[in-house]
């Protein structure tokens, strides 16, 4: 979907993506070097360069510290409980298919109690924009163990390393069949916003990883340093590779991070499909949706109970 109204800037404001914040609820509660902020500046002004219409932009997030985006962003929103943001934005976009829902969360909240809302909803190809926000670890509850922490991390509940296999987040989504994969880091600002601003154009489920640090928890207990030697462990470990086999872009503690765009394809989305099947079903009796809404029948389908 194209969105085509554009988003005015008022004449006094200070910064350009001002308009898209909160600006009341400012200053944030996000730690000294947390990158999700970086996250947050690239996703408005990748609404800025996609001259989205605000009124038709929604965001939900979960629990967590990224939970806290709903919060800040200046559009409709919605915080939701624990690992239930995707499942709040399905009903959203069945509601109102006109709406570009966003779905804005941490790689514990999304892939842990979430999980399993995860996979179905690529599977459906549900058309959402799902931005994850991975700092590797549990951080507003302590610094625990989550599904994505690398073999060897110390945490909270890992004091003697971490010994389990993580989850590689791009061959999930890939293999559960997202629309588009990608994962940047906090470093490479320019490319992440140019992929928010390529999704928000995009249908079907979109799904970008970012790698964020946590420099109060995960790195401190780790010896990895400030939010600023983050950067520069982003800066001299990634390596862009554009269309790489995502089964090949695991993360390890201080090995390679393959970033860049994996997977860009078009398939039907699950309105689409549903549309297909409902007039294929009931021919001339059904009718296509209003503007918002589910498609509806003009004749009742005979139950076969």
């Known amino acids: 979907m194209t969105l085509e109204i554009p988003c005015e800037i008022p004449a006094g404001a200070h910064n350009p993506v001002e308009p898209f914040l909160r600006m009341d609820r400012m200053p944030h509660i996000w730690c000294p070097g947390c990158g999700i902020g970086t996250t947050v500046n690239c996703f408005t002004r990748a609404l800025l360069d996609s001259k989205a219409d605000l009124d038709k932009v929604a965001i939900v997030s979960g629990i967590g510290c990224t939970g806290r985006v709903a919060g800040y962003a200046n559009l409709d929103s919605f915080h939701t409980t624990h690992g239930r943001a995707i499942p709040f934005a399905t009903g959203l976009k069945l509601a109102n298919p006109e709406l570009q829902v966003v779905v804005y969360s941490g790689d514990g909240d999304l892939f842990a109690i979430g999980g399993n809302h995860f996979i179905h909803a690529a599977r459906r190809n549900m058309d959402l924009k799902v931005i994850?926000?991975?700092?590797?670890?549990?951080?507003?509850?302590?610094?625990?163990?989550?599904?994505?922490?690398?073999?060897?991390?110390?945490?909270?509940?890992?004091?003697?390393?971490v010994f389990e296999p993580s989850f590689n987040l791009v061959a999930l989504a890939d293999a559960a069949g997202a629309s588009y994969v990608a994962r940047w880091t906090t470093y490479h600002v320019k490319q992440l916003s140019r992929s928010m601003e390529e999704v928000l154009n995009k249908k079907g489920f979109c799904f970008i990883e970012v790698l964020s640090p946590c420099p109060t928890l995960y790195q401190r207990r780790n010896k990895?340093?400030?939010?600023?030697?983050?950067?520069?462990?982003?800066?001299?470990?990634?390596?862009?590779?554009?269309?790489?086999?995502?089964?090949?872009?695991?993360?390890?503690?201080?090995?390679?991070?393959?970033?860049?765009?994996?997977?860009?394809?078009?398939?039907?989305?699950y309105l689409e499909l549903l549309r297909a099947q409902m007039k294929a079903s009931l021919g001339d009796r059904y009718t296509e949706p209003t503007q918002a809404g589910m498609p509806v029948s003009q004749a009742e389908v005979p139950c076969s109970c």
Do not use: W
């Open 132 to 161: 994850c926000v991975n700092n590797l670890t549990y951080a507003m509850t302590g610094g625990q163990t989550a599904p994505t922490t690398p073999s060897q991390v110390i945490s909270a509940t890992s004091p003697y390393g």
């Open 224 to 269: 990895m340093g400030d939010g600023l030697d983050a950067m520069k462990f982003y800066k001299q470990v990634s390596k862009v590779r554009h269309g790489a086999p995502t089964s090949e872009c695991a993360l390890t503690k201080s090995g390679e991070i393959v970033v860049g765009k994996f997977v860009d394809r078009d398939r039907p989305d």
